[in-house]
């Protein structure tokens, strides 16, 4: 079964930038989407940004312009470089993907502290 692990969370000023990455366990067959999901307290889990096969990305407007999502050429890992951070963006981040040999299945990464905080 194929582990997504994350990492590159933390706690910054705003205005400041982090790193997430999310790495799948399973070599073989690139996703077809892979991303991040949000969930701040008390607050309903909104994806934040995706990106496909093909390398099309999409962003929710609130990011549009900070938030970039890359892959890699194996399509195994996800960065999300998050620049000019708010304290809105404060939340727990969660990595998802769906791969074309489980194609009903999202798989979760474990969630990623994300606190934008002066």
């Known amino acids: 079964q194929v582990q997504l692990v994350e990492s590159g969370g933390g706690l910054v000023q705003p205005g400041g930038t982090l790193r997430l990455s999310c790495a799948a366990s399973?070599?073989?067959?690139?996703?077809?989407?892979m991303g991040w999901y949000r969930q701040a307290p008390e607050k309903q889990r909104d994806l934040v940004a995706f990106i496909t096969r093909e390398g099309s990305t999409n962003y929710v407007d609130s990011v549009k312009g900070r938030f970039t999502i890359s892959t890699d050429n194996a399509k195994n890992t996800v960065w999300l470089q998050m620049n000019s951070l708010k304290p809105e963006d404060t939340a727990v981040y969660y990595c998802y993907a769906r791969f074309p040999w489980a194609p009903s299945h999202v798989y979760w990464g474990q969630g990623s502290q994300v606190t934008v905080s002066s």
């Open positions: 399973r070599s073989g067959p690139s996703f077809d989407v």
